[in-house]
């Protein structure tokens, strides 16, 4: 997000918010927050949180206004995070997309029916996110893993008889690990940005978190697989799903083609909408080549000749999904999903905390609510925690992930200069904080996407997002007793009259933004 000038809307000076103007906004949309998941539960994301956001958004104009800010420079403010969340948005209407076409042309149930052969029940979540942890460092995404084999692991948990929740649990977990891990990801080369760190030196310095909050997240996957044989489904139980999909659906290792063929061009750093759209016209043809009964079915209208219905079809996967009829509920209730229009909810939460974060961000609420934080962050463990903390505030309150990697590297970049840390440490505080803590929030873009993209409430995984949880810890401890704290040798001189970036550092910042956010 752009740090703009503060005058770049207004003919004037309006006056820099006190704490008491940052605090007012932030901490009544937190109130509300709390209020909508207690009074609604899971269901949050369904309204209450969005109209808590624009609520927060309002109270923020208001507080600018009375600080001179013309009602201009606030609409500005609303339409740069929106702008911004443009990206996300088409990407996830194409995993909706996507997700209608595959599962009417068999790449699900096809994804479904092997992963109840090969996959043992018992082992199953860890290999869930060991699968997702290596796929994800491959292309450097967690979205586009949730958005491929993450959608199909969940139909095979729920084949199983095992739980969507921890499964959802897995795959994120894995998928954050490539995320944060790979140097094709996004945030692995935003964070280094913001920080001035090398690359390279980067990913070698989060190893010491991240490996061992992995190691730990697949014990506690193992744990929780070996523990509940009793909610594992019959071997009757599975044939008899499998042999469902059979009847109903074409089931053949070709249709495992688009899956791998989106892969590629993730890995390839194709932008994401193009790549994740391309992937669901795939669905289209393979059903058209495969299914094409499911197709007619869709389209339900026996009047229509052969081929228009085909295209109906086709175009209802598109926009509303596929609607399984296979005479077995539960089949049907895990093969019906899917379309554009499941996805406009998840739409519309983006849009209303893009809204509170863009006001919140143009007015320098936030970074006026956090700059006490430097003040009293006198010791290296201070410094580094007080920088997790903004990273998980900064998810909470503006709802977005890059953000929450760019703003604290650039509120606490000169004094990790200053107290000769080098960049490693502040880059890889943006990691543990800002990358890994944004799917376990409902309202965060990437939190909405998971729960869209994976059919389970944000709430329900998030106490089984265990590498996330862990490293965000590990994170923590580290920095409490010093372990792996890096300090600048004699010959690296720290630039002690360092400032904050100015209007042009901000705007290279927000293109590397606006860049990473194209990606699959």
């Known amino acids: ?97 996507m997700i209608g076409t595959w599962t009417m042309g068999g790449v699900v149930p096809t994804m479904i029916y092997y992963g109840l052969e090969i996959l043992s029940p018992h082992y199953f979540y860890a290999t869930a996110c060991l699968l997702c942890a290596l796929v994800s460092v491959s292309v450097g995404s967690s979205w586009t893993v949730a958005g491929t084999i993450g959608i199909g ?21 894995g998928g954050y690990f490539g995320d944060k891990m790979s140097p094709l990801s996004d945030t692995t080369n935003l964070a280094p940005a913001s920080a001035e760190a090398e690359l390279f030196a980067h990913i070698r310095h989060m190893l010491w978190t991240t490996t061992p909050s992995l190691i730990l997240a697949l014990i506690a996957f193992l744990v929780l697989g070996l523990g509940g044989p009793d909610q594992v489904a019959t071997p009757e139980r599975i044939t008899d799903i499998q042999q469902t999909l059979s009847d109903h659906f074409t089931i053949s290792a070709w249709l ?22 391309i992937g669901a016209l795939l669905g289209v043809v393979f059903a058209l080549i495969f299914q094409r009964e499911a197709v007619i079915g869709l389209a339900d209208t026996p009047s229509l000749g052969h081929a228009m219905a085909l295209l109906k079809g086709s175009w209802i996967a598109l926009y509303d999904g596929y609607s399984a009829h296979t005479g077995n509920d539960a089949i049907d209730a895990l093969l019906t999903n899917g379309g554009m229009a499941s996805m406009l909810t998840t739409v519309w939460l983006i849009l209303s905390a893009m809204t509170f974060g863009g006001v919140i961000e143009r007015l320098g609420l936030l970074e006026r609510a956090v700059s006490g934080l430097l003040r009293v962050a006198r010791s ?125 550092d901000g705007q290279i910042i927000d293109d590397q933004y606006e860049a990473s956010t194209g990606r699959a």
């Open 380 to 504: 290296t463990s201070s410094l580094i925690i007080s920088t997790l903390a903004t990273g998980l505030a900064t998810n909470i309150v503006t709802g977005d992930q890059y953000l929450s990697v760019v703003l604290p590297g650039r509120i606490y970049k000169a004094e990790f200069q200053r107290r000769r840390l080098k960049p490693v440490n502040l880059s890889r505080a943006l990691e543990d904080s800002g990358t890994i803590t944004s799917p376990l929030i409902p309202w965060n873009s990437c939190g909405a996407y998971m729960a869209a993209t994976l059919g389970v409430a944000t709430l329900s995984y998030a106490p089984f997002a265990f590498f996330n949880l862990i490293n965000l810890g590990i994170a923590v401890l580290y920095a409490l007793i010093g372990f792996r704290v890096t300090r600048m040798s004699d010959d690296e001189q720290p630039d002690h009259d360092a400032e904050l970036p100015t209007l042009s």
């Open 1 to 97: 997000m752009a740090f703009l000038s503060r005058h770049e809307a207004d003919t004037s000076s309006p006056r820099a918010p006190g704490m008491l103007d940052a605090l007012f906004p932030i901490v009544a949309v937190i109130v509300m927050l709390a209020l909508s998941v207690t009074l609604f539960g899971a269901d949050s994301s369904s309204g209450p949180t969005q109209i808590a956001l624009i609520m927060g958004a309002m109270l923020a104009a208001v507080v600018g206004l009375k600080n001179g800010h013309q009602w201009q420079a606030i609409e500005e403010g609303i339409n740069r995070g929106i702008h911004l969340s443009l990206g996300a948005i088409l990407i996830l209407l194409s995993v909706g997309a």
């Open 256 to 277: 495992l083609l688009p899956l791998l063929a989106l892969l590629i061009m993730a890995w390839k750093q194709m932008p994401a909408f193009p790549t994740i759209f």
């Open 153 to 173: 692991l969940i139909g095979i948990a729920n084949g199983l008889g095992l739980s969507s929740a921890i499964t959802a649990g897995a795959i994120i977990s």
